[in-house]
Structures are given as structure tokens and as C-alpha cells.
T-cell receptor, first 111, second 112 residues
Framework: EAGVAQSPRYKIIEKRQSVAFWCNPI?????LYWYQQILGQGPKLLIQ????????DSQLPKDRFSAERLKGVDSTLKIQPAKLEDSAVYLC?????????FGSGTRLTVV | KQEVTQIPAALSVPEGENLVLNCSFT??????LQWFRQDPGKGLTSLLL?????REQTSGRLNASLDKSSGRSTLYIAASQPGDSATYLC???????????FGSGTKLNVKP
């Protein structure tokens, strides 16, 4: 089965610019997650979707981050405006029951 | 709130050594615990999954144990190889919505 697809792989932007990441989960996986992994730290959950509804977005900085999952399949995560501290790897994951798969991530550098 | 801690943060060993990575968590009400491997610039690869009712899991040279009551897990790597060099992450999932709480990882370097 195909894995979790993410794009782009890398992105460099200037602070105050906007950026968007895309994730295509494994077919049939109802649950989708976005994690932020800052260098030297473990991933931190930003938002969790069940189908196209938000289950948990308690750690999402809502003043600058937004995410959507239209039709319960693909998802986009947007940052606007970006700050230097947003430099990190953004990982998407999807799950169905006990099966959990991570994508390769998007590495964002804000300069 | 669940807190996951991994010790040590970094470890360097000569090839062939057996080694133990440690993970502790503060809330024992977990659904399962998982060990991941992360290579530089890559995503996460699942190594071992231990359900909350289990005590250990084994895969090849890897053995993971779980003591839920004390909030501890260990990952044992036998006969380490340079290809084992990576960051190892421990994560627990809660009993509600299956989200992960990650530790900060142990960066392992196995010297030839």
C-alpha cells in the first residue's frame, strides 16, 4: 500500500511570509495528524482530524496556524505569517485502528 | 498531562556492544507504547509496538519491555552495528484518541 505522501520536502521562506504544506494519507485511514518536530526534540501534536472533523487542536497556535481536511482525505497546514521559531519538520501521519504511519515530513526553514 | 522522558539524550558505543535505551512516562493510563527510529532528514519508522497489556516485544536484535505501573520502558539492542546509528524515539498513546506523546529521543552513534 502507498505510504503517507507529503509535499514539499523542503521549504525556505522569510519571516512574515506564508507557507502551506500538503498531506495525502493512506487510503481508508480516517484519522490524520499533523506534528511539529523542532530540531533536537520529539514531535509535538498540532492537530488531529477524524474524517474531516477536528478532534484536538489544543496545541495549534491558532493566531498563525490553520489546517483543514476537506472531504476527509487530503489535508493542508498553513502558517501565516511565519516566525523564526516555526523552523521545524512538519510530519503528517494517518491511522486506522492500531495501524499508524508517518510521512517523511516537510522541513521548513524560516530566515 | 502526559510527559515522556528519554535517557540518555545521546549515546556513543563501539560496534558489537549491547545497549539499553530508557523511556519513562508520567501517566500510566496508556493505550500502547511504541519505539521509533528516525534517520537524519527522514520520517519515523516504527520498530516495536507494545500494547498496554503486554510486557515485551521482540524483533530481531531489538527487545522492548514495558512496566506500565512504574511508567517505564526499555529498548535493548543486541550486538550493535554502525547501521543502527539513528535517533530512537519513544512514544505513548492515550486511551482516548490514539495520539502520540513523544520523548525527545536518544541519538545513538555506533562506531565501527
Amino acid at each position: 500500500e502507498a505510504g503517507v505522501a507529503q509535499s514539499p520536502r523542503y521549504k525556505i521562506i522569510e519571516k512574515r511570509q506564508s507557507v502551506a504544506f500538503w498531506c495525502n494519507p493512506i487510503s481508508g485511514h480516517a484519522t490524520l495528524y499533523w506534528y511539529q518536530q523542532i530540531l533536537g526534540q520529539g514531535p509535538k501534536l498540532l492537530i488531529q482530524f477524524q474524517n474531516n472533523g477536528v478532534v484536538d487542536d489544543s496545541q495549534l497556535p491558532k493566531d498563525r496556524f490553520s489546517a483543514e481536511r476537506l472531504k476527509g482525505v487530503d489535508s493542508t497546514l498553513k502558517i501565516q505569517p511565519a516566525k523564526l521559531e516555526d523552523s521545524a519538520v512538519y510530519l503528517c501521519a494517518s491511522s486506522y485502528r492500531a495501524g499508524y504511519t508517518f510521512g517523511s515530513g516537510t522541513r521548513l526553514t524560516v530566515v | 498531562k502526559q510527559e515522556v522522558t528519554q535517557i540518555p539524550a545521546a549515546l556513543s558505543v563501539p560496534e558489537g556492544e549491547n545497549l539499553v535505551l530508557n523511556c519513562s512516562f508520567t501517566d500510566s493510563a496508556i493505550y500502547n507504547l511504541q519505539w521509533f527510529r528516525q534517520d537524519p532528514g527522514k520520517g519515523l519508522t516504527s520498530l516495536l509496538l507494545i500494547q498496554s497489556s503486554q510486557r515485551e516485544q521482540t524483533s530481531g536484535r531489538l527487545n522492548a519491555s514495558l512496566d506500565k505501573s512504574s511508567g517505564r520502558s526499555t529498548l535493548y539492542i543486541a550486538a550493535s552495528q554502525p547501521g543502527d546509528s539513528a535517533t530512537y524515539l519513544c512514544a505513548v498513546t492515550d486511551t482516548n484518541f490514539n495520539k502520540f506523546y513523544f520523548g525527545s529521543g536518544t541519538k545513538l552513534n555506533v562506531k565501527p
